[in-house]
């Protein structure tokens, strides 16, 4: 047993053994996970992929005379301004009014962490406080008083596998599926993903302090949609998409390697996120679920052809199924394509145990740990009605990307 | 000395309409494959092509069709993989049906092979960073 001020001293001195996710899983396999216990400190999980919800409020400061921004745009991608008055939060999905779905709220974050400059234009009401009604300005994210990124929805613990059974190519935010069980696509980093390290959340919750975008940040609790209910395996991993979680950061110390902005086709913009937590190997229990290997973690593949919220299964495979390149469905190969960086989740889970070794990144314990007991629930339509569909054929706001 | 080479031959406008393909195989000796094809009368052409045949002719009738005014260009140079910004997560993968863009099973980094490529370009607007590009 260990405490998080034990292992902190240890850090401070320089004496912490800390392990990546992929690394632990060598060192139990080779001397067991009691010496895991014994020895391990702390092991890095990370993840780095397109997470949608995900977001920056930001401060522009006051103009003179000041305005009551209602409506901002920043390189012609809309911001939601009903806040205080020069206060904005830009969507990672928001897209630009003159480039669709080329430029949106992921690549103003990605240029603002590059350094580059952001035309803003802002439109007010007149008030006895405000009394101005449009400004333009060219800002940066040093002129900004205030970057946080703050991302509703991120980490996922799992995530479904995708197919596609149709006729016909369907472009979906898990990339291109190919028409007849063409390929599947799967995301998360599988034996690197934090969650699925701590299946149980025993020490991932409000206050645990992170790698986020290349920089510090925190965890602030649960996600929207978080599912702890979700099914889980003998080992407690879900064998779905499950938990999430909400994280927040100053973007002013971020690194746009670790944030970038993406448009997938067809689909819509994102931001590809790059987060790396530490888990604190307290005690046995958490040094075998830090242990849990790609070959004991499963997902379910789902037909995204059917166009219903709840959709048909071709049964679970495992990630290192997934991984080596192809998995079977109805009794065919199907290759099989990742749609978050592996590559760059090791990279973190490197670069934060460099941190954590070189005694400049220290575990914070959470004071609240994430609910085990919340529901996941669909939207529920007034009686008798059915969402409306667009008419085959009719006129789509542009969508394309070329 | 049999061999293969892939070429990207470029039509100006005016030379569209003139026959090459044909002088490959009869005059040269070539067995021409056409990969792709973008032929539109008065608009400037492009053809992706795969020659087999001996070296030397290969060299003679790609000199030939450039003596007609038409640009020849090795097929690899045209694409485009800017492996700075790549972040290897994989979605061009599943339009890859040549398979010249592979994950690397040890590093988990994007490869890719130009000899396998056939610029289908379907990889150039799946790649959500934009960093794969097609330069003519």
Redesign the interface.
């Known amino acids: 047993m260990k405490t998080y001020e034990e292992i902190n001293e240890k850090i401070k001195q320089g004496k912490a053994v800390v392990v990546t996710a992929d690394e632990v899983c060598d060192l139990a396999g080779s001397e067991g996970i009691k010496a895991v216990a014994e020895k391990v400190d702390v092991v890095t999980t990370a993840t780095?992929?397109?997470m949608c919800s995900s977001g920056v409020f930001l401060n522009f400061g006051h103009a003179d005379p000041p305005i009551k921004m209602h409506k901002v745009w920043l390189n012609d991608v809309p911001a939601y301004a009903s806040l205080a008055a020069v206060d904005a939060y830009l969507g990672a999905t928001a897209i630009s009014d003159t480039k669709y779905l080329e430029y949106g709220g992921a690549h103003v974050i990605e240029d603002l962490l590059a350094g580059k400059t952001i035309h803003l234009e802002a439109e007010g009401y007149k008030t006895d406080c405000y009394p101005a009604e449009r400004v333009t300005a060219e800002i940066t994210l040093e002129s900004l008083n205030q970057a946080i990124l703050l991302n509703p929805r991120n980490a996922y613990q799992n995530y479904s596998a995708a197919t596609n059974s149709s006729l016909r190519t369907l472009h979906t935010y898990m990339?291109?599926?190919?028409p007849k069980f063409?390929?599947v696509?799967y995301s998360t980093s599988g034996q690197l993903n934090p969650l699925m390290n701590d299946p149980e959340y025993r020490t991932i919750g409000f206050g645990t302090k992170i790698f986020l975008g290349g920089g510090i940040g925190y965890i602030l609790g649960e996600g929207t949609q978080h599912n702890p209910n979700q099914i889980r395996g003998g080992n407690k991993v879900p064998l779905s998409s499950a938990a999430t979680l909400m994280l927040k950061g100053d973007l002013k110390q971020m690194n746009a390697r670790y944030l970038?902005?993406?448009?997938?086709?067809n689909y819509g913009v994102?931001l590809?996120v790059g987060i790396g937590i530490p888990i604190p190997v307290l005690d046995e229990g958490i040094a075998e679920a830090v242990s849990v290997r790609d070959k004991d973690i499963y997902t379910t593949i789902y037909d995204y052809s059917v166009e219903k919220l709840s959709k048909p299964t071709y049964g679970r495979v495992s990630y290192k199924e997934l991984?080596s390149?192809s998995v079977q469905i109805n009794g065919n190969r199907v290759?099989a394509?990742?749609?978050?960086?592996?590559?760059?989740a090791?990279e973190i889970a490197s670069v934060l145990k460099e941190w954590i070794t070189r005694g400049e990144f220290f575990l914070v314990e959470p004071i609240q740990l994430l609910p085990r007991d919340t529901r996941f629930k669909p939207l529920p339509l007034n009686t008798g009605e059915t969402p409306v569909l667009p008419k085959k054929g009719g006129s789509k706001k542009d969508g394309s990307?070329? | 000395m049999t061999v293969t080479r892939r070429v990207v031959l470029t039509f100006p406008a005016n030379l569209v309409e003139d026959t090459i393909i044909y002088r490959l195989i009869k005059d040269y000796d070539l067995i021409v494959n056409i990969l792709r094809a973008k032929i539109i009368p008065k608009e400037i052409g492009r053809i992706v092509l795969e020659l087999q045949g001996k070296v030397e002719n290969i060299k003679k009738g790609l000199s030939f069709v450039e003596s007609k005014g038409i640009g020849v260009k090795s097929l690899a140079q045209d694409i485009q993989l800017n492996e700075d910004k790549c972040v290897s997560c994989g979605m061009c993968l599943a339009v890859c049906h040549q398979k010249a863009l592979s994950l690397n099973p040890v590093t988990w980094k994007i490869e890719f092979n130009r000899d396998d490529c056939i610029l289908c370009e379907q990889c150039v607007t799946v790649c959500p960073l934009r960093v794969i590009q097609v330069a003519f």
Not at chain 1, 339 to 344: E, I
């Open positions: 780095f992929g397109p990339g291109t599926l190919l063409g390929n696509a970038r902005g993406a448009t997938i086709k994102s590809m991984r390149g290759p394509n990742p749609v978050a960086s592996l590559f760059m090791r990307t070329l």
